[in-house]
């Protein structure tokens, strides 16, 4: 099955940062969108931040300010450039791609990368 590659992720102390990356397979020619998601230990996953391929972002109000995700059309690969960390901000962070197929979309996720921010 096809998965996204992730890298960046580790442990940082509060008000650190961290730079995730994704990439997407080249033969992905017709993303319409990649993301970030979360999930911590007990909760359900969360969107962090997306973009369109269009350069339009959306993000979690617990991120704004702090977060920014940016996209490379050319690379297939978004990343999340993430500062001011807190440990509220642990999880595991996972990427997601949807491609266009047809009329409809379909959604690719990477393997997960850990986010440890200690107090």
């Known amino acids: 099955q096809v998965q996204l590659v992730e890298s960046g992720g580790g442990l940082v102390q509060t008000g650190g940062s961290l730079r995730l990356s994704c990439g997407a397979p080249?033969?992905?020619?017709?993303?319409?969108?990649m993301g970030w998601f979360r999930q911590a230990p007990g909760k359900q996953r969360e969107l962090v931040a997306r973009?369109?391929?269009?350069?339009?972002?959306n993000y979690a109000d617990s991120v704004k300010g702090r977060f920014t995700i940016s996209g490379d059309n050319a690379k297939n690969t978004v990343y999340l450039q993430m500062n001011s960390l807190k440990p509220e901000d642990t999880a595991v962070y996972y990427c997601?791609?949807?491609?266009?197929?047809?009329?409809?979309?379909?959604?690719?996720w990477g393997q997960g990368t850990q986010v440890t921010v200690s107090s």
């Open positions: 080249k033969s992905f020619f017709n993303i319409n969108a």
């Open positions: 973009i369109t391929s269009g350069g339009t972002t």
């Open positions: 997601r791609a949807t491609i266009v197929v047809l009329a409809s979309t379909r959604d690719y």
